[in-house]
Nanobody, 123 residues
């Protein structure tokens, strides 16, 4: 499985960005594809994910502001980020795996990772 994240950049607080994750080697109906982020000096944290191609999960910290979706025809997953805050600044990664429900937010449960894309939100 190969994943490639893109779409990061510099945006002012309150602005929006849309990240893309192109997935090859698996379909969304198999396993889970998720977004994680890692800020400098902090651990990698779960942001949002889609399991089995349709069930969506979100971290409490971004609920109501971020939306994840997928395009089956393009085998691409998206993360629409609105109302961005400076604390959203991080490298964002997409990852694929087959975690069980209790581990879906754990980076260790995913065995394939994209290269990451930098998101910087200025105040």
């Amino acid at each position: 499985v190969q994943l490639q994240a893109s779409g990061g950049g510099l945006v002012q607080a309150g602005g929006s960005l849309r990240l893309s994750c192109a997935v090859s080697g698996r379909t969304f109906s198999s396993g889970t594809v998720s977004w994680f982020r890692q800020a400098p000096g902090k651990e990698r944290e779960f942001v949002a994910g889609i399991r089995g191609g349709s069930t969506k999960y979100y971290a409490d910290s971004i609920k109501g502001r971020f939306t994840t979706s997928r395009d089956n025809a393009k085998n691409t997953m998206y993360l629409q980020m609105d109302s961005l805050k400076p604390e959203d600044t991080a490298v964002y990664y997409c990852a694929a795996g087959s975690p069980i429900s209790s581990t879906r937010s754990s980076p260790e449960a995913y065995n394939s990772w994209g290269q990451g894309t930098q998101v910087t939100v200025s105040s």
